[in-house]
């Protein structure tokens, strides 16, 4: 079985190869279901592999593949130990639901193939990074789904926008993995491998504590990049340019998680270095915080939504920052339930209003579409945190491991408490601005129910973000103890211990939720006028809010402008003028010169002698001179 | 009797004279006879320097100097004829079409 | 089998020379099939080579005894690499020439004598003969450009030629110091690369050796500020000759620094590497932030290659497995991509007769395969994982952060901005919608350059992925030459992971 | 004594000769002052014992020559005398310039070395090793210098096949 | 009495040139027959006198082979037959069949003339033959002057152009101030050694120490100026421009590659043989030479429009490459990089007279325009030759280059090597400029027909400049046996 642990891997990526030169023979819809069968066999297969551990007590595994960089340490390697493996059903599960849903969405598409194929690539690669067993491997993952999600936002290329914001996407990126791969860069020095069971076997005993810090916190750069955390996170909004089902699988529930599944992945390297972790969990929690403000004010369904992601993202980071690995993975994979729900749900609202983003030009829905509103509204529960709902164990989790850490990152825990309530808040707000009120649609708009197909995904997920947080609550840690072969040997954070606390906490939070929801609900069940007095009435911190604390202008203003001046000063002034003028002019010095010299030969036979005479006496002094005469 | 030095003191007197005479006159005749003079002055430093060191060659050479003079004025006199015939005038100065 | 190599693409050029001029259209087809000779023959090379350090297939003929210069060839695994690109490219770069009408006959004729050129030069174990090769290139390709250029190709040509040549002029007088010292010391005159080593010189004699012989290689390069001879040259050339251009001839400016500087000179090389580190970052990040702006495509990629040379140069003088591996790969992997992608930039002016990225828009919607192509090479270029150009990037960062930590780290900043020129350029070439009327009407593109891309896309595929295919063979020869380092220096590889490095490399951060 | 006299009277009429083919304005002048020159030089011939010279160059040189000069002179015409300005550039000032160094070279020479002009003079001198008498000159002519001898027919007939060729061409061309 | 020492081997090449200008002559007095007659003479004297350089270098071999070196030196010696002297006489043999060859169209347009202009060819070959082989200064002196006459005569054979007078008259009075400057050298020389033969003043020098060598000096200065403006160094260049343009373009090649050749083998003779002993003191004077020929050859040549300066410049470039090998005290080198730039000059004014027609004087650059087109077969083998002035790798011209400034190196003149290869590169600029106006513009004037003889030369040409750079041991192995005795 676990040598043929990369099918998991490589029958997305037949599928996508497949699909990439045949897929405009197959036409539609049986690309899609040929995608969605590769990822669903995947997903059989993970679960499959992945049963020994859930029976206990099974050895994490590395099979390695073949030499990649040897002399760099970097080779292709299989690690597959409950870690990899949850990751991988996260992935392959939400994925195979995310592609049913897309061969609905993407009906009609001309490019229907080709999205699959990009789709199947993407999750090969997301495979990849969850699967690698050395941090080369891991950031050709790393930079694949970069790749993919670049494809992807950009799928509708002809839109300038979704072209720019694929652009950005893929450079924010890159700025993220050049602090990941200085991390590497220090990691191999240091150890001489990349591989993860000889650096974390040796960790302790090689890296001092202004390495380990060093090398935390530029991996902390690569993931702030990929996981959208403050100050790179200004590229998620803008993909949600890209297809619905892509925001739901790679920018909400997998590929921005990457950046947390790399800080638990190297927890042996931030277990030395508590100052990297204080500060990604200081940058997780400030970026939740930061970003919920921002979904407040939002009237873009997917804008609210992917600042919600990077919300949520503070919160896992905020957990790993903790230390509470198992918290913030378990908030990851709950949050890809809801999320992706919550996600596919916005694309079928957008999807029945003909395009439709703007929420304001919603309302009133639910009743032409009840399974969608239904499934998005259990979602919005989530992720507000309401028991029994998945959100709330996990974020649950990540809260009472930061209060029992206690210090400074109790400050961060009512952080983290304020912004649940702020999650609760603009979630219920987005419910009910779609679903209830009154219809506020554009002419014309007559939205329809949801396809049978989309409808599938949303259930099923539904259920998962209903039933998901049970694998970890404190009155059964089944998730805890199966990671915990992973852990082994770091001092992982824990929620408190005892009903007691839990009860306080989990009560600080439900509240939180509690009164956010409600706040919305009262506001916004309220006509149209009265809730835009509202707003108007919290001006202009709304406005700042709903431009989104205007850092993207900042971001031009400060460094995309100045960056490009530079440039053209740098390729015309510099380069054309100055270097290669200086080029031209040492060929032009030679020409000046001869023309310079050319009035010498006169044409006078007697100015010749002159010159030859001349040239005899200096010939003959020279000599005499020489000659020491 | 006079230092041989002595000769060859004025032959180089001889010579730089000619020389100069190359410089400033612009009559193609006149430097013809100033390379002339030149040739004399080379003419009497070898007479001179073979007497000095008891060589007759310095005289034989002189003979074959002679008759390149002799051989040279007659080549150059016919070059400077055919161009006063084309251009009347015999003046170098006049000859600088071709420059640069 | 060297000289074969050699001579093969030479008697091709008689051949295609001795076809009649009338007879103008079976030039170009004689010329590409006869260039699968030398493929042939590198394949087989490349196939029977063994892993091991030192020189392979050696052949050594007296060429002028009395001056002990020979006709001194061998292959390693820093030259196998080239030496199949080149085989590989000349006859993609022929087929890239169907476009040229005038005078095809001489065309390919030079093309061919280039080849034969390039391959000479990456053969030559012998500095005189290396001199020769690495000079009489120079002809053909002035030619090329000089003739079936573009506009300011006359320029374009003479300054191509006279940079160039202005460095090897100071090379060649070190060679020639070199063997003066050679034969002061041994008592014979050889100017065989293997005696040439054995030399002893003064440390001021070394460094301005060293100096001459890196002037040369640097203007080759091009680094940083020798490079604008690089831009006019690659805007001025037709398609084929900027491909071999950047593909090859570049090459022999990084390979003759590995070959030659580190080899005859160590003691200088290990003096010099912060400097040309330095040198080489500045020409990472200088080319590729003045490629953002560049408005002509090909300028772009041309400053891409400034860019990406530079890690070559920064690979080499890491002195590190990783950044001599690196540097050899890259070497192959450049030639692949941007080779590529002149290619591509050709194919477009074949169509549309301009490279201005201003004149483009949208063309991903008409021509689809080739915004396929287009992007898959530039992403190899950008240094995405999986695709060639990553394993050489990687290599080079990661093996020169032993030895240069800042400067690796502020290159790997130039990685930043490959993805931003590069990607830039491709929005404003082919998404959104095609808005001007010539663009609409664009052809995609033909099976005959499918052809011509595919060969170069699974090289990049097969070389991202299992980069063993070449490292294998590369690895042996690039161990010898840091042996060779510190066999004659006091310098130390550092290999990282020894427990005695670790400390210093903390301390570091 | 007597070599003393002559040698002063006729090193002044050899130079003060070659001042007069520089300086005068007439190229007859010129003329005349080349033959005052060659005169006084053969003169200096005979004073050195160089007698077949002598006659050799008053013979050739103002027998041949100078009569070769002279017809010339007449056949372009005397009647323009060449004016003192000068208008080359930089020539006077090259002219005085140089003139001037090499007058301080020879100073120099003369005053802070002790430069020879004949380094390896014999200390006696033979006067029969040097006495250039017809036989004494026609014997190396003949015997070691016949090469160069018959060289000289090479000169003459290149001068006489170069005059006829010249003057062939205004024939047809005028 | 004392009887000539003889040795007809010595000079029969020689004396086969002279018997046939005088052939020539009287043939033409008394027959007047076509030119093509004349010429079949002077061809089959040319064959006849190589086959004779032939036989001598043979003997010369054998003489050398048996240690019997003595009988290399003939007519007392007044001349040498060292390998040395046939080489540098063969040279000049294949360079006068060569321009005869490419001018033979001046030639035959000379009409009557035609016997004067072969005869005076032929005369001038020989007297620079001697000029290579003589040992004694004197006999050296008449064979420059027997060439060097004959030279300012050929400058001034045409009808058509004034320019050539002035060439004509230029090249005259230069050349006779020059010569009087070398030949009081060359008294100055005697005065200080009693010596006037090279091998007798070698001895001399090599055997006594000279206290006041002043006027040795003076003399090996004077003579340096007087072979130097036969070889056009800068600063004794400035007639070579203005001849070059002026005379007539049937020649040029010619009367520019013998006296290069002959000048700088005489120089070379002088410097490395008779006056070794004083390198220390004129080395760096040549150095100095060598340097400023080099850039202001390079530099001029930049800047000139029309071809046949812009070759003058050239050679006044190449003297100062030819200079360095002095400075290398290689007279090998020398030889080598002699025959090698003859055959290339001799080779491109082929091509420059057919461009410029029979009876054009202008080389224009601008004639050049779309050469590639009108004459592939001209422009073509122009561009070998250029290339190979230029110095480019697998071409003679690269071999010559590398020959003369390894030498220099090896004989411790490193920064005048570094200075030659910055030279050479400037010098590229201005071959590649004729080298882009022939194939980089296009014009659509008429196209040019190559007469066949000029094709064999430039045949010729081209196969040595690329056999003697691809296998310079063909040349080179011949080159190192001559050595000057």
């Known amino acids: 079985m676990i040598d043929f642990i990369w099918l998991i891997i490589a029958l997305p990526l037949l599928s996508a190869v497949l699909l990439h030169f045949l897929g405009r023979y197959l036409g539609e819809p049986l690309s899609g279901w040929l995608a969605t069968v590769a990822i669903g066999a995947s997903f059989v297969f993970a679960l499959v592999a992945a049963l020994p551990f859930f029976e206990g007590g099974a050895e994490a595994s590395t099979v390695p593949l073949w030499e990649w960089m040897p002399a760099v340490g970097a080779s292709f390697e299989i690690q597959w130990d409950p870690l990899s493996a949850m990751m991988a059903l996260v992935v392959t599960g939400v994925g195979t639901l995310i592609h049913v849903f897309a061969i609905s969405y993407m009906h009609g598409d001309e490019r229907f193939a080709r999205f699959f194929t990009y789709l199947n690539l993407f999750v090969a690669s997301m495979l990849t990074l969850v699967l690698a067993g050395n941090y080369a491997m891991l950031f050709l993952g790393w930079e694949l789904v970069g790749l993919c999600s670049y494809l992807l936002i950009g799928f509708w290329f002809t839109r300038p926008s979704a072209a720019a914001a694929a652009k950005k996407a893929f450079v924010v990126n890159r700025i993220g993995d050049f602090g990941f791969m200085i991390a590497l860069m220090l990691v191999f020095t240091s150890f001489g491998t990349l591989s993860f069971a000889g650096v974390f076997e040796r960790a302790p005993e090689v890296l001092t504590t202004g390495t380990a810090t060093a090398i935390g916190l530029l991996m902390l750069v690569g993931a702030a990049g990929k996981s959208a955390q403050i100050p790179l996170y200004v590229w998620l909004p803008d993909a949600m340019e890209g297809p619905t089902p892509v925001s739901a699988l790679i920018h909400a529930a997998t590929m921005v998680t990457a950046g947390v599944y790399v800080i638990a992945r190297s927890a042996a390297i931030f277990e030395l270095a508590p100052a990297a972790s204080m500060t990604v969990a200081t940058v997780g929690a400030i970026t939740a915080i930061w970003a919920a403000t921002i979904a407040l004010a939002q009237r873009d369904i997917k804008r609210v939504l992917a600042y919600s992601t990077v919300s949520q993202l503070g919160y896992m980071f905020l957990a790993v920052g903790s230390t509470a690995y198992v918290a913030g993975l378990f908030h990851l994979m709950t949050h890809a339930f809801f999320k992706a729900l919550l996600f596919l749900g916005a694309g079928a609202v957008i999807h029945a209003m003909n395009g439709e983003q703007d929420m304001h030009k919603m309302g009133g829905l639910l009743k032409r579409m009840p399974v969608t509103g239904i499934t998005m509204g259990i979602a919005t529960l989530a992720i507000a945190g309401i028991p029994p709902m998945a959100g709330f164990w996990s974020k649950d989790e990540i809260l009472g491991a930061a209060f029992e850490r206690g210090g400074w990152f109790s400050v961060l825990f009512v952080v983290g408490l304020v912004t649940a309530l702020l999650t609760s808040f603009y979630m219920s707000r987005q419910w009910v601005l779609v679903f209830l009120g009154e219809p506020r649609w554009s002419e014309g708009v007559d939205p329809h129910k949801a396809p049978r197909l989309m409808g599938v995904p949303l259930i099923a997920l539904a259920v998962l973000s209903v039933l998901g947080g049970l694998v970890n609550t404190p009155f059964r840690y089944t998730l805890e103890h199966f990671l915990e072969p992973v852990f082994e040997g770091i001092s992982v954070q824990h929620p408190p211990e005892g009903i007691g606390m839990f009860l306080i906490v989990a009560g600080l939070s439900v509240v939180a939720g509690l009164v956010g929801a409600a706040a919305a609900l009262v506001t916004y069940r309220q006509p149209a006028s009265s809730w835009r007095r509202f707003e108007e009435g919290l001006q202009p911190l709304w406005g700042t809010w709903e431009d989104a604390y205007r850092v993207d202008d900042f971001y031009g203003r400060t460094l995309v402008a100045p960056g490009k001046r530079v440039a053209e000063v740098m390729a015309f002034d510099v380069d054309l003028a100055f270097i290669d003028g200086a080029v031209n002019g040492i060929a032009g010095f030679f020409l000046g010169l001869g023309q310079r010299l050319r009035p010498l030969q006169t044409g006078y036979v007697r100015n010749y002698a002159a010159l030859l005479f001349a040239g005899a006496v200096v010939v003959v002094a020279w000599l005499l001179a020489g000659g020491g005469l | 009797m006079v230092d041989p030095g002595l000769y060859m003191t004025v032959a180089a007197v001889l010579f730089f004279i000619g020389a100069l005479g190359m410089l400033v006159r612009r009559n193609a005749l006149v430097m013809f006879m100033c390379i002339e003079l030149m040739l004399n002055a080379v003419n009497l430093t070898l007479i001179s320097a073979g007497r000095a060191m008891n060589d007759l060659n310095g005289q034989v050479a002189v003979f074959f100097i002679l008759v390149v003079a002799a051989a040279e004025v007659v080549v150059g006199l016919a070059i400077i004829v055919a161009i006063f015939r084309r251009r009347s005038t015999a003046s170098v100065d006049e000859l600088n079409e071709m420059r640069g | ?509 | 004594m007597v070599e003393s006299f002559v040698f002063v009277l006729m090193a002044i009429a050899a130079i003060a000769g070659a001042v007069t083919v520089v300086v005068a304005r007439n190229p007859v002048y010129s003329a005349i002052g080349l033959l005052g020159t060659l005169f006084s030089v053969a003169v200096l011939y005979v004073l050195q014992l160089a007698h077949f010279v002598a006659a050799v160059q008053i013979i050739v040189y103002a027998g041949a020559v100078l009569t070769l000069f002279l017809f010339v002179i007449m056949l372009i015409g005397v009647d323009k005398d060449e004016t003192r300005t000068e208008n080359l550039p930089f020539q006077r000032k090259a002219v005085i310039a140089l003139g001037s160094v090499i007058i301080l070279l020879a100073a120099a020479l003369a005053l802070f070395t002790d430069f020879q002009w004949v380094p390896g003079a014999s200390e006696a001198l033979i006067p029969d090793s040097t006495n250039g008498t017809i036989e004494a000159i026609a014997e190396p002519l003949f015997t070691s210098w016949v090469l160069a001898f018959e060289a000289t027919a090479l000169l003459l007939t290149i001068s006489a096949a170069g005059a006829i060729a010249l003057a062939h061409y205004r024939k047809r061309d005028i | 009495m004392q009887t000539p020492d003889v040795n007809w081997l010595a000079i029969a090449p020689d004396l086969a040139l002279a018997l046939a200008a005088a052939i020539i002559l009287l043939v033409e007095v008394q027959w007047k027959p076509r030119a093509r007659i004349l010429g079949l003479i002077a061809a089959g004297s040319l064959v006849v006198a190589s086959g004779l350089a032939v036989v001598q270098w043979l003997a010369a071999a054998d003489a050398v082979a048996a240690g019997n070196v003595s009988v290399l030196s003939a007519f007392s010696g007044m001349v040498l037959m060292d390998g040395y002297a046939i080489f540098g006489r063969f040279a000049l043999l294949v360079v006068t069949a060569m321009g005869i060859a490419s001018g033979w169209q001046f030639f035959s347009d000379l009409g009557r003339r035609c016997a004067e202009g072969l005869a005076l060819v032929l005369l001038a070959t020989t007297g620079f033959s001697i000029m290579v082989s003589s040992n004694n200064l004197i006999m050296l002196f008449l064979g420059l002057e027997v060439g060097s006459i004959a030279l300012y005569v050929l400058a001034g054979l045409t009808r058509e152009d004034k320019k050539a007078d002035e060439a004509a008259i230029k090249y005259f009075l230069m050349g006779s101030f020059a010569s009087a400057i070398f030949v009081y050298g060359v008294a100055l020389i005697y005065a200080g050694t009693r010596q006037l033969t090279i091998l007798g003043i070698g001895d001399f020098l090599g055997s006594f120490i000279v206290g006041s060598p002043g006027v040795i000096l003076i003399g090996i200065g004077l003579v340096i100026v007087g072979l130097g403006f036969k070889v056009s160094a800068a600063p004794f260049h400035t007639w070579a421009p203005d001849v070059y343009q002026g005379a007539p373009a049937g020649i040029v090649g010619y009367l520019a590659g013998v006296a290069k050749i002959a000048g700088f083998a005489a120089m070379a003779r002088i410097l490395l043989t008779a006056v070794d002993d004083f390198d220390w003191s004129f080395l760096p004077v040549i150095s100095g030479i060598a340097v400023v020929s080099m850039l202001l050859g390079s530099v001029m040549a930049l800047v000139q429009s029309d071809v046949r300066r812009m070759l003058a410049y050239s050679g006044v470039a190449h003297a100062g490459f030819i200079l360095t090998g002095i400075a290398g005290s290689s007279s090998d080198g020398i030889l080598f990089y002699l025959a090698v730039y003859a055959v290339q000059l001799v080779g491109a004014f082929a091509v420059v007279a057919a461009v410029s027609g029979p009876s054009g004087s202008s080389s224009d650059i601008g004639l050049y325009r779309g050469l590639s087109r009108r004459s592939p077969v001209l422009a073509g083998s122009l561009t070998v030759l250029l290339l190979g002035m230029a110095g480019l790798p697998l071409t003679s011209g690269f071999v010559a280059k590398f020959g003369v400034f390894s030498d220099a190196w090896f004989n411790g003149h490193e920064w005048l090597v570094v200075v030659a290869v910055l030279a050479s590169v400037i010098a590229f600029a201005f071959y590649l400029r004729i080298v882009v106006i022939m194939y980089m513009e296009d014009d659509d004037a008429a196209p040019i027909a190559v007469p066949g003889l000029v094709r064999w030369v430039l045949g010729i040409a081209v196969l040595a400049t690329l056999i003697w750079g691809i296998l310079p041991g063909s040349l080179l192995n011949i080159v190192a046996d001559a050595l000057p005795l």
């Open chain 3, 1 to 509: 089998m060297l000289t074969a190599l050699i001579l093969a693409p030479a008697v091709a050029a008689i051949v295609v020379a001795l076809i009649p001029s009338r007879r103008a259209e079976l030039h170009l087809p004689l010329g590409i099939a006869l260039s699968m000779v030398p493929l042939g023959l590198a394949g087989y090379l490349f196939w029977i080579f063994e892993p091991m350090p030192g020189y392979q297939h050696a052949t050594d003929a007296v060429w002028y005894e009395p001056w002990g210069i020979g006709w001194t060839l061998g292959v390693d695994g820093i030259s196998l690499p080239m030496v199949v690109l080149t085989a590989l490219l000349v006859p993609i770069a022929l087929g890239a020439s169907t476009s040229i009408s005038k005078r095809i006959k001489e065309f390919v004729v030079f093309i061919l004598l280039l080849e034969a050129g390039m391959i000479g030069a990456f053969l030559a174990l012998d500095m005189f003969l290396f001199f020769v090769f690495f000079e009489a290139i120079l002809i053909p390709m002035y030619f090329i450009i000089g003739i079936w250029g573009g506009e300011r190709r006359i320029y374009a040509s003479i300054k191509f030629f006279i940079y160039t040549a202005l460095g090897s002029a100071l090379m060649l007088a070190a060679i020639i110091g070199l063997a003066f010292n050679y034969s002061s010391q041994f008592g014979v005159t050889s100017f065989a690369l293997a005696d040439l080593m054995q030399v002893t010189l003064d440390q001021g004699t070394e460094r301005w050796f060293f100096a001459a012989f890196a002037l040369a290689f640097a203007i080759k390069v091009p680094l940083f500020p020798l490079h604008t001879w690089l831009p006019d040259a690659h805007v001025e050339a037709p398609t084929a000759g900027s491909v071999l251009l950047a593909a090859v001839l570049l090459k022999l400016g990084t390979y003759g620094l590995l070959r030659f500087n580190l080899a005859l000179f160590p003691e200088a090389s290990v003096d010099a590497v912060p400097i040309m580190g330095t040198i080489a970052v500045i020409g990472i990040i200088y080319g590729a932030v003045v490629a953002i702006v560049q408005p002509d495509l090909k300028k772009l990629v041309a400053y891409s290659s400034v860019s990406h040379l530079g890690f070559i140069v920064l690979g080499t003088f890491a002195l590190t497995s990783g950044g001599l591996q690196g540097a050899v790969i890259q070497n192959f992997n450049h030639g692949v991509t941007t080779g590529a992608l002149f290619l591509l930039v050709g194919m477009l002016y074949d169509r549309r007769h301009t490279k201005a990225i201003a004149d483009f828009g949208g063309l991903q919607k008409v021509m689809p395969v080739f915004a396929g192509f287009f992007l898959f090479m530039t992403f190899a270029s950008i240094g995405l994982p999986g695709l060639n150009g990553f394993v050489g990037e990687f290599l080079i960062l990661i093996g020169s952060y032993a030895t240069v930590p800042v400067l690796a780290i502020i290159a790997s900043f130039g990685v930043v901005l490959a993805a931003i020129y590069l990607l830039w350029a491709y929005e404003r070439v082919f998404t959104g919608e095609p808005d001007k009327e010539e663009n609409k009407v664009l052809v995609d593109l033909s099976p005959r350059e499918i052809g011509l891309l595919t060969p170069l896309a699974i090289l990049v595929l097969v070389v991202g992925l299992y980069p063993a295919v070449l490292l294998d063979k590369i690895g042996p020869s690039t161990e010898a030459v840091l042996d060779h380092i510190e066999s004659s220096t006091d310098f130390e590889v550092p290999y990282p992971g020894r427990l005695d490095d670790v400390f210093t490399a903390g301390g570091d951060s």
